[in-house]
């Protein structure tokens, strides 16, 4: 039974054969063995439409080529809106979660999600705990610091004197101890007074040393009040940042997404206490093909139709210069105003952004069909009686056919008969009227 059913595979695959690839052979030889057969003489032939696929007796100059019967149109060109149609979704153009920055226990009251809000208003408050009494006690200590620097500050000039006076009382025994060398050599002078002016210049050596050294240490001390005074005033910032956390508030205007945080809760560091969105302006986000990118530009005029046939109008004011890995396409942003709030985040939306316009065909979508290498295009019939392959850009896609762009100004587009032809092969076209 298997081999049965093999054969009868084998047997109508054969027969399929025949009569799709080898159809004009088919025919030909049923004609030729048909008078044989039954013995008469062929009966005339009555002239009658040719179907479209089929093939009829070519008048040109091939006398044994047959052309295949097709139904075409001649389309013009006629110029268009060529817009970059998408679809995306729209969002709020500015989106944030309101944390805290200081850990407390909430003492405000919670406002409701749907509230609108002002920049700077205050949506959650924090006990401030022994927050003020660290302020206060930083302040002291800055105030404190100051308090001595005019103090540590006259210190200097005290040494700077006690330095010059060092330097006078030096230079006195310098003199003295030269007199007194030159009287001990004359014989003028005791030994001892040469020993005494000796020892009074290395006293006045040692009390400029000593002078330059107070001088030295006041300096530091005034430099070391300075770094205290910056740390004072470094205490005091941070208290004044924790003070000032705990009163949290809006970054901008606009609508409460969330609850705010409930009166008693205890927030930590990075607790949520609410999110703000704005819908004014409104941003609505597409992505856009590869082949498209090159023709959306900043600040192009563009259209949505949103959910309820609701319009709007907007402004290309991002195009990405980088492709989704994924999906191969480029992110576009269009603001528009919205100030009513009437619009929401995330209703989707039909995109077309203005773009430079197009000569374009208008055909059926039947007219479409693929070649051996999977390119999208249509059949025509050139002057000669030929078919031949063009391929077509898609421009878009409307109820009364779809408009293509590629193609000469004129065109003869076979419409019926496509798929029964191949490039070069003879055919023999019937015309209808173009779609308007």
């Known amino acids: 039974m298997r081999i049965i059913s093999i054969l009868t595979a084998l047997l109508v695959a054969a027969v399929l054969y025949a009569v799709v690839l080898e159809r004009d052979r088919l025919l030909d030889w049923a004609r030729a063995i048909a008078p044989a057969a039954s013995g008469e003489a062929p009966a005339p032939e009555v002239a009658a439409a040719p179907e479209a696929g089929a093939p009829v007796a070519d008048s040109g100059e091939d006398e044994g080529e047959t052309s295949v019967a097709v139904m075409a149109m001649r389309s013009v060109a006629r110029m268009i809106d060529d817009a970059v149609v998408l679809r995306g979704e729209t969002q709020a153009s500015r989106e944030v979660d309101v944390m805290a920055e200081t850990a407390g226990r909430v003492s405000s009251a919670p406002l409701p999600k749907g509230t609108r809000v002002t920049e700077g208003q205050v949506l959650c408050k924090l006990e401030p705990g022994t927050s003020g009494a660290s302020l206060d006690e930083a302040v002291a200590r800055l105030a404190e610091a100051r308090a001595q620097r005019p103090q540590v500050e006259a210190r200097i000039p005290e040494a700077e004197a006690m330095v010059l006076q060092a330097e006078a009382q030096l230079e006195e025994a310098r003199i003295n101890l030269t007199a007194a060398e030159q009287l001990s050599r004359g014989g003028y002078a005791s030994r001892t007074k040469l020993a005494s002016s000796q020892a009074q210049q290395r006293a006045a050596e040692a009390g400029v040393i000593s002078a330059e050294a107070g001088l030295k240490s ?40 969330s609850d705010t945080a409930e009166l008693g809760s205890l927030m930590a560091v990075g607790g949520h206490c609410a999110t703000v969105i704005q819908l004014d302006p409104l941003k609505i986000v597409g992505f856009v093909p590869e082949v498209d990118v090159a023709r959306v530009e900043t600040g192009a005029r563009a259209g949505a139709r949103l959910t309820g046939d609701v319009t709007v109008t907007g402004t290309v ?22 100030p009513d709030r009437a619009i929401r985040a995330g209703q989707t939306a039909d995109i077309g952004i203005e773009a430079e316009g197009a000569m374009a065909h208008l055909l059926p979508q039947s007219a479409l069909t693929l070649d051996d290498e999977g390119r999208i295009g249509i059949r025509s019939a050139t002057p000669e009686g030929r078919a031949a392959f063009l391929p077509v850009r898609i421009l878009r896609d409307t109820r009364e056919g779809i408009w293509v762009g590629g193609l000469p100004d004129e065109v003869d587009v076979i419409t019926v008969g496509q798929e029964y032809v191949t490039d070069g092969v003879a055919v023999s076209p019937s015309f209808e009227e173009v779609i308007q």
């Not at 195009?319 to 890995?325: A, I």
Request: hydrophobic residues 40%.
């Open 218 to 257: 006041a300096r530091s001390g005034v430099d070391s009040l300075e770094a205290s005074i910056e740390s004072a005033r470094a205490s005091v910032a941070r208290a004044q940042t924790v003070v000032d956390n705990l009163t949290i508030t809006a970054p901008f205007a606009g609508l409460l997404e």
């Open 317 to 338: 004011t991002f195009v990405s210069r980088q492709s989704d890995p994924t999906t191969r396409t480029f992110r576009v942003e269009i603001t528009l105003p919205n």
